[in-house]
């Protein structure tokens, strides 16, 4: 969530990870292509772990040589899975595809928590875990279902006095954010195997499922964050249908192979 620069390329400084220095020859598209997605394309993406949504627009603007791209929903740099992209006309449908249903796999890691509710900060106050059953974790899901009143984490893009929240966190300003009603109409859990919790989640816009790894982990005592995410669908799209980042880069070269809605 950093202010500039692609996260990806941070992450590739902090964590050492090698890439290529060699400079990639240009991707060049037809002129009838490049019109097409000013006329209006939604392009089903399956995010890659550790990019932002917006590295994934910053890609697809600089990849078709137009402005007019949005994505509809952001994913968090640790998350996969479904991104819709808007081009050209329809980013008009960007707002629909926001409001629309969302379902999510996971994990939950339980015995202690994080600043972020995520792995972008350092797991503390650890606590034992060991005694939590499997009906202790399954009724304390079922809290989680129905209309609730959702607090959502100060590591957010939530912007507080016109400055996103995660920022002022970052600089140590107390952060005070206002509980969002929100919708969880399946709460399942996939499977159990301590500290982990696998999950699946149904539900509506403005949820943040890292609040909810750590409601559920506060639910049972000893703390929770989310250790793992993906986007499973976005209304009627499934991610199924989604094509990665560099089969869509290499298909721009062979337009009618690109996958839309």
């Known amino acids: ?3 500039k620069g692609s996260y990806l390329a941070k992450h590739r400084a902090s964590t050492g990870e090698e890439f290529s220095t060699e400079k990639k020859a240009p991707i060049i598209i037809t002129d009838e292509l490049r019109s097409s997605f000013e006329d209006g394309k ?5 995010k890659p772990l550790h990019w932002t949504s917006f590295d994934v627009v910053r890609k697809i603007r600089s990849s078709i040589r137009i402005k007019k791209v949005g994505h509809a929903g952001t994913l968090d740099p640790l998350a996969t899975g479904l991104l819709i992209v808007c081009t050209g006309k329809f980013t008009k449908k960007i707002n629909e595809y926001m409001a629309a249903e969302k379902e999510y796999t996971g994990a939950i890691t339980l015995g202690a928590i994080t600043p972020t509710y995520d792995l972008e900060s350092i797991p503390q106050e650890h606590k034992d875990f060991n005694s939590i059953s499997t009906d202790q ?5 079922r809290l989680f279902t129905g209309e609730l009143q959702q607090m959502p984490p100060i590591f957010s893009a939530i912007k507080k006095d016109g400055v996103a929240s995660y920022e002022l966190a970052r600089r140590g300003i107390e952060v005070e954010l ?5 919708t969880i109409s399946e709460f399942d859990v996939t499977a159990i195997n301590l500290p982990l919790i696998n999950f699946r989640v149904v539900c509506s816009t403005g949820t943040y499922i890292r609040s909810l790894a750590h409601d559920l982990g506060a639910a049972l005592g000893c703390g929770g964050y989310l250790s793992e995410l993906r986007r499973t669908r976005i209304g009627d799209q499934t991610v199924l249908q989604a094509i990665n980042m560099d089969d869509f880069l290499k298909s721009l070269s062979n337009s009618p192979s690109i996958p839309e809605f």
């Open 1 to 3: 969530m950093g202010k």
């Open 42 to 46: 939604v392009l089903l993406i399956d």
């Open 137 to 141: 974790v399954n009724e304390a899901a």
């Open 178 to 182: 206002k509980a969002r009603t929100i």
